[in-house]
Each structure stands twice: as structure tokens, then as C-alpha cells.
């Protein structure tokens, strides 16, 4: 199993561009997540989606979009790129709560910086 | 809103020694989980250990303890005989029972080992 892979895992984007980060996973989980990280912020939830066909909103989706067409793929896109979106993301997905909750799954990351 | 609080942003060990790192969090849940992940640098953040609230027995796995205090709102990760590489970001984390895994993060702390 790949796990959770996520593509690219580096972007230099302008300002006001757009861009689409990719993230699959192989394991069959049904939740799938996108956070962000930033420097002494810790991890902050972006989107995420509890299955195929069905996404909601997590702490911090202003200037983001997300869509969840197969189980596989939750990519995340950034309409109009700004400096505060520069920082490093990363998917995750898991399975249903139960004796795995709370159990996360994460990608390498995707470093991206607004210029 | 739950928060959860890592008041060390960095800490060192020396090899073959014992650390704590502290972490409070806040919550009016009395069904909760309580999360360790470890981010090595440059690689994917993983699931160190896992305390479920209703539990009295602090969680053990091989190097890696908890100091769960319910009544404090405490949870420590304690490590034995550091290793090099168990140099990494920890982040404590939370997440509500029946929740959609939506874990909330701490704003983590840079352990270094030292040899």
C-alpha cells in the first residue's frame, strides 16, 4: 500500500493564480482530511469529508475549495492564491470512528509558498 | 470550544534519558480521546499513542506512557531511554467521541535528542 500520497510536494505560486493540491489514498478510508500547517500554529483543519459525494468545512476553509468524487481523491483547490495561504499542507484520511478513532493517516506534505 | 495547549515549544534530551512533554487541553466532553503524533523531520506524522477518557489506566506503548489527569485536563507523554530517533515535532491532540475524527492539534513541541 502507498498510504496517503499527496502531489506536489512543492509549489511557488504568484499571487492571484490557482492551483489544485492531489491527494489519494489506497486504504479504503472513508474520512479524508486537509490541514494546514504553519509555523507555532500547529495543525489546522481546512475541509474534510466523511465519504464519497460529501464534504464540509473544518476551522479555516475561507479561499479554499475541496471535492470528494471517489473514495480515493480529495483534492484541494486554491482559487485565488494570497500570501497568507503559504504554508504546508497536508491530507489525511481514516477510517469510521470505533476502536480507530482518532487514528490519522498523513500524507508527506505539500510546501507551498505565495509570492 | 475545545483547545489544547503545549506550553514547550522545544526540549532536549540526552540519549539514553527520560522526558515529559506537557499538554493541557479544555473541553465540557466527558467523551473524549486523547492523542500523541510524532512529525520526524521531513516525514510523515504518525500515531504515537492513544488515552480514551473513560479509561483510568494511562496508555503504555514499548518507550512511549501517558500521565492522563481527567481531573486537571493533563496529558503528558513521557519517553524512556531516547533514542536519536525519537527527534521530532510532537503534537498533542484531541478530538470528541462520535466526532467525525475531526482531531484539534497543539501547536506542538521540537524534541531533540541529543547524543
Known amino acids: 500500500n502507498a498510504g496517503v500520497t499527496q502531489t506536489p510536494k512543492f509549489r511557488i505560486l504568484k499571487i492571484g493564480q490557482s492551483m489544485t493540491l492531489q491527494c489519494a489514498q489506497d486504504m479504503n478510508h472513508n474520512y479524508m482530511y486537509w490541514y494546514r500547517q504553519d509555523p507555532g500554529m500547529g495543525l489546522k483543519l481546512i475541509y474534510y469529508?466523511?465519504?464519497?459525494?460529501?464534504?464540509d468545512k473544518g476551522e479555516v476553509p475561507n479561499g479554499y475549495n475541496v471535492s470528494r468524487s471517489t473514495t480515493e481523491d480529495f483534492p484541494l483547490r486554491l482559487e485565488l492564491a494570497a500570501p497568507s495561504q503559504t504554508s504546508v499542507y497536508f491530507c489525511a484520511s481514516s477510517y469510521s470512528t470505533g476502536a480507530n478513532t482518532g487514528e490519522l493517516f498523513f500524507g508527506e506534505g505539500s510546501r507551498l509558498t505565495v509570492l | 470550544a475545545q483547545t489544547v495547549t503545549q506550553s514547550q515549544p522545544e526540549m532536549s534530551v540526552q540519549d539514553a534519558e527520560t522526558v515529559t512533554l506537557s499538554c493541557t487541553y479544555d473541553t465540557s466532553e466527558n467523551n473524549y480521546y486523547l492523542f500523541w503524533y510524532k512529525q520526524p523531520p521531513s516525514r510523515q506524522m504518525i500515531l504515537v499513542i492513544r488515552?480514551?477518557?473513560?479509561?483510568?489506566q494511562n496508555a503504555t506503548e514499548n518507550r512511549f506512557s501517558v500521565n492522563f489527569q481527567k481531573a486537571a485536563k493533563s496529558f503528558s507523554l513521557k519517553i524512556s531511554d531516547s533514542q536519536l530517533g525519537d527527534t521530532a515535532m510532537y503534537f498533542c491532540a484531541f478530538i470528541n467521541g462520535g466526532a467525525t475524527n475531526k482531531l484539534i492539534f497543539g501547536t506542538g513541541t521540537l524534541l531533540a535528542v541529543q547524543p
Open positions: 488515552q480514551e477518557a473513560y479509561k483510568q
Open positions: 469529508s466523511v465519504g464519497a459525494g460529501i464534504t
